[in-house]
């Protein structure tokens, strides 16, 4: 059973562009997680996702960003528009289900840098 | 809202030492808390999950232990190793709608050779 993955592993834009950060979360987890962890910063959440729908998203900047996880393919998260300060490693985390006693699979990250 | 702090933020020792890792939490009412590991370039790797009912779990040389009504946790480690090198964190659940956590900001830790 593989691992959550993320890809790109790493990614570069320019100020303006958009980036697409993608993630396949582990077989049979339906729950979805996005983190980013800005530099010298702790790792913050953004978003919860279930499969076509938006659980919780009280983390995600209210421009700009977007998430979604569709019935079929990875889930998405969409930077339209990148400055300086979206530079950070973003984390996806999958679990089959949720509870107390539940723990999340985090994949590798992407490194978004924005010139 | 909840807050979690960790310290030190960073810790030097030599292999063979034991070490206290620490952790602490505002707001008590948690469902569990959990320990991670991250290395550098790399995603989180779940280390140990207390239930809120539990004091204390274990696994190989690693112990933690939670303390509810303090707002405290520690990660012990004994007898360090090289391979121990990496950065600590600890997370509680943000709500009972999903386990997403509040992640305390990490315990850098060397363990010299």
């Known amino acids: 059973n593989a691992g959550v993955m993320q890809n790109p592993r790493h990614l570069v834009r320019r100020r303006g562009q958009e980036a697409r950060l993608r993630c396949s979360p582990m077989?049979?987890?339906?729950?979805v997680y996005w983190y980013r962890q800005l530099p010298e910063e702790g790792l913050k959440f953004m978003v919860y996702l279930q499969k076509e729908n938006i659980i919780d998203e009280s983390g995600m900047p209210k421009e700009r960003f977007s998430a979604e996880f569709p019935k079929e393919g990875p889930s998405i998260l969409r930077i339209q528009q990148v400055v300086r300060g979206d530079s950070a490693a973003y984390f996806c985390?999958?679990?089959?289900?949720?509870?107390?006693?539940?723990?999340?699979?985090f994949g590798p990250g992407t490194r978004l840098l924005v010139l | 809202k909840q807050e979690v702090t960790q310290i030190p933020a960073a810790l030097s020792v030599p292999e063979g030492e034991n070490l206290v890792l620490n952790c602490s939490f505002t707001?008590?009412?948690?469902?569990?808390l959990q320990w991670f590991r991250q290395d550098p370039g790399k995603g989180l790797t779940s280390l140990l999950l207390?239930?809120?009912?539990?004091r204390e779990q274990t696994s190989g040389r690693l112990n933690a232990s939670l303390d509810k009504s303090s707002g405290r946790s520690t990660l012990y480690i004994a007898a360090s190793q090289p391979g121990d090198s990496a950065t600590y964190l600890c997370a509680v659940p943000v709500s009972n709608t999903g386990n997403q956590f509040y992640f305390g900001t990490g315990t850098s830790l060397t363990v010299i050779p």
């Open positions: 707001d008590s009412a948690i469902y569990n």
């Open positions: 077989k049979g987890h339906s729950h």
């Open positions: 207390i239930q809120s009912s539990q």
């Open positions: 985390a999958s679990s089959p289900r949720t509870g107390p006693e539940e723990t999340q699979y």
